[in-house]
């Protein structure tokens, strides 16, 4: 018992020196054990194997190709199997060098070892003619059908992938800008893009190995035929029907040996490339879209018997057959109903909860959302998360991305159906107010031209909602084609949420309570507590704060720097309580981002300036008129004021064709009651003054507003 022992521990110590030394090393170097079995690929091309050696490799490259097979059997997207036209590469490349050291065998020695010559017994069955016809059945079927199917549809794929590229990044460069996405998703989506236009590309090229081994297969069979036979008459002696005999079997156990593998990995080919994106394996997908509806099936089981009653037909096959698929049409005809009576209770269960009476708190009647979506019926599936809807959680990355942007928190949006609109409507409310309705198709796509499409597309012509630009409705099938054209294609649910941040945005200072300020300065107590102590009702109100962040959030001003902001109130509410004027001291106080605002890439504001004469007759009249009249029109005559406006329609002109955004540029003095003056006619022009912007800000003026 104790020498068993004692052997037993024996020989595992070998086996956890191997463990503990050896298979770290090869895990380690993964690299070189790479490049030695490529190198020794390329020295099978060279030197003679023994037949020994050489079943083991045909053995060996069986398996490689079954195990391509399957692996793209069982894909989702072509992008599992990355690396496919490099394994495609290198088992041709092993082929082949069978196909040489097999060659070289067969030709000197006259035989090549156990696998070629079972695979050649198998098939010939004494019979050379049959075995060379079957031999090249299998070759057609490999070089014509497979292969040059699989290579139209390679090229045919990678010519599209890398036409619709541009379209596919622009589309991702809107839902980062929109915020439906972060950097690192966009990121991740783009280095996708990247690797599919990459592996379609590849796959073009693989392809060609696909027939290139196919063609150098039939020219090794026709060599080790003929050259077999005559070295076997003129240089073995053998007799003529012992030399076809023995060379017919090893030829064709060879070419069987290399084909029926290069048939798997030419199939495994075909599948990696029309795999589509679905997601689902491929026995899902046959599943699912071949055998789900009875009627074909059933449709099918009866034409089975037909055919097998016709005069010279047998019946039993026919007969086996139209009952096996009318048994599982019979079955699904069940299993439809079931699902369909299942679904049906839990509706009806749902809409009896539903319609159970509950007594809702009259202070609910009164509440009124600060920002409500509403929704036709046809609508639902965007927000509906068991149909695949994603509005939720879109408008949630919108909040997001408004409080990074802007500064501030902004309330939570209400999102319900509502029967008295149009089936495909929605209206968009702000404290009970619509401030914007559109109409959605939510099976189909808005294709938006960004100025570099090329061509015209068929749907429907509408005006994109959020710059008024105009664009297309387009189905699915479209969506690639308007790609291609250069047009930015994106969903339904982008649209609406596209056009809620817009809003949201433009009336930012109409979400922003007292509560909400409340709360943003007593975040900052912990990083800033001698900052914070100071704010109290006496030295700075917060319906201060309020109405000089909403001040700013109007003309577009981000508060994210609240700590500066209330530095600057504190200091000057000192000496005024004029909200105006406070506006104007926090504006100065944050240079920097009113400046970062406004530049382009090279740091340049281009804006539009108030002539001095005109800026002379504002200034006057803000010294002699009264407040209320400030306020509109700056207490300027109604032929000076029209003229100033016809005057600034053209500046922004200007501007505009100058691909810049426009932007007025005045005196400090002057610059809030010019805004309010235009503000309502143009409600996308801003306006700032010389004094806000940091000394080194480089100002071109394009044109000036004149009387």
Request: hydrophobic share 45%.
């Given at each position: 018992?104790a020498k068993s022992r004692q052997l037993a521990i024996m020989n595992s110590v070998p086996m956890q020196k191997l463990q503990n030394n050896v298979l770290p090393v090869v895990k380690d170097n993964k690299d070189l054990g790479l490049a030695i079995g490529i190198l020794f690929i390329l020295v099978i091309l060279i030197v003679p194997l023994p037949a020994i050696l050489l079943d083991l490799f045909l053995a060996v490259n069986i398996g490689i190709s079954v195990l391509i097979l399957l692996v793209a ?635």
């Amino acid at each position: 018992m104790a020498k068993s022992r004692q052997l037993a521990i024996m020989n595992s110590v070998p086996m956890q020196k191997l463990q503990n030394n050896v298979l770290p090393v090869v895990k380690d170097n993964k690299d070189l054990g790479l490049a030695i079995g490529i190198l020794f690929i390329l020295v099978i091309l060279i030197v003679p194997l023994p037949a020994i050696l050489l079943d083991l490799f045909l053995a060996v490259n069986i398996g490689i190709s079954v195990l391509i097979l399957l692996v793209a059997v069982y894909l989702r997207t072509p992008l599992e199997f990355s690396s496919f036209p490099t394994i495609l590469l290198i088992s041709t490349i092993f082929r082949l060098g069978l196909n040489v050291a097999s060659t070289r065998l067969i030709l000197s020695e006259a035989q090549a070892g156990h696998v070629i010559e079972a695979f050649g017994n198998f098939v010939i069955r004494g019979n050379y003619i049959v075995g060379i016809i079957l031999f090249l059945i299998l070759l057609v079927i490999n070089f014509i059908v497979i292969i040059k199917g699989s290579t139209r549809i390679a090229e045919v794929t990678a010519r599209f992938t890398l036409d619709a590229l541009p379209g596919k990044q622009m589309s991702i460069d809107a839902d980062l800008n929109a915020g439906f996405i972060d950097e690192q998703t966009a990121r991740k989506r783009r280095q996708e893009l990247n690797q599919e236009a990459d592996f379609f590309g590849a796959m073009d090229g693989a392809a060609k190995f696909i027939k290139g081994d196919a063609i150098a297969g039939i020219i090794i069979t026709t060599i080790n035929l003929i050259g077999g036979f005559l070295i076997g008459l003129l240089q073995m002696d053998m007799e003529f029907a012992t030399a076809a005999a023995t060379y017919s079997i090893l030829t064709i156990g060879d070419g069987l040996v290399s084909q029926i593998p290069a048939l798997f990995v030419s199939i495994g080919g075909g599948l990696v490339i029309t795999r589509s994106a679905s997601g689902d394996n491929l026995e899902h997908e046959l599943t699912e879209q071949f055998g789900s509806k009875p009627k074909p099936l059933f449709i099918t089981s009866g034409m089975l018997i037909f055919i097998g009653l016709l005069p010279g037909f047998p019946l039993l096959p026919f007969m086996l057959l139209s009952s096996i698929i009318g048994t599982y049409a019979y079955f699904r005809v069940k299993t439809i109903r079931t699902d369909a009576d299942n679904l049906l209770a839990k509706e009806i269960s749902e809409a009896e909860q539903s319609q159970k009476p509950t007594e809702q708190p009259v202070e609910e009647l009164l509440r009124v959302d600060p920002v409500e979506i509403e929704l036709g019926y046809s609508l639902i599936s965007l927000v509906d998360e068991s149909q695949g809807g994603d509005v939720f959680k879109r408008i949630t990355n919108v909040r997001r991305q408004l409080a990074v942007e802007l500064g501030i928190i902004l309330p939570p949006v209400r999102v319900r159906d509502n029967l008295q609109l149009e089936p495909e409507e929605y209206v968009i409310k702000i404290r009970g107010n619509e401030i914007a309705r559109n109409v959605l198709h939510p099976n189909m796509l808005l294709a938006m031209n960004p100025g570099t499409a090329e061509g015209d597309i068929n749907g429907i012509k509408v005006t994109e909602p959020v710059f008024g630009l105009p664009a297309t409705w387009v189905t699915f099938a479209n969506r690639e084609n308007a790609e291609i054209l250069g047009y930015t294609v994106v969903e339904a649910a982008t649209v609406l949420t596209t056009h809620l941040t817009e809003l949201l945005r433009r009336n930012a200072d109409k979400l922003i309570t007292r509560q909400d300020i409340k709360h943003l300065v007593d975040n900052l107590k912990e990083d800033y507590p001698a900052l914070i102590e100071e704010v109290t009702p006496d030295n700075l109100p917060v319906s201060t704060i309020q109405k000089v962040i909403q001040n700013l959030l109007g003309e577009g001003i981000p508060v994210r720097d609240l700590p500066m902001i209330l530095e600057s109130l504190l200091e000057y509410a000192k000496v005024t309580k004029n909200i105006d004027v406070l506006t104007e001291y926090v504006r100065h106080s944050i240079s920097e981002t009113i400046k970062k605002l406004y530049q382009d890439q090279n740091g340049t504001i281009h804006a539009i300036a108030i002539d001095p004469q005109l800026e002379d007759i504002m200034t006057n009249a803000l010294q002699s008129g009264n407040q209320n009249a400030l306020m509109a029109s700056l207490g300027l005559p109604p032929d000076i004021i029209n003229s100033v406006q016809k005057s600034l329609s053209d500046a922004i002109d200007d501007i505009s064709i100058a691909g810049h955004l426009p932007l007025v540029i005045c005196s400090a003095q002057v610059r809030p009651y010019f805004y309010r003056m235009i503000h309502t006619t143009y409600p996308m022009v801003n306006v700032i003054s010389y004094t806000e912007l940091p000394a080194d800000t480089d100002v071109e003026i394009h044109s000036y507003v004149r009387i």
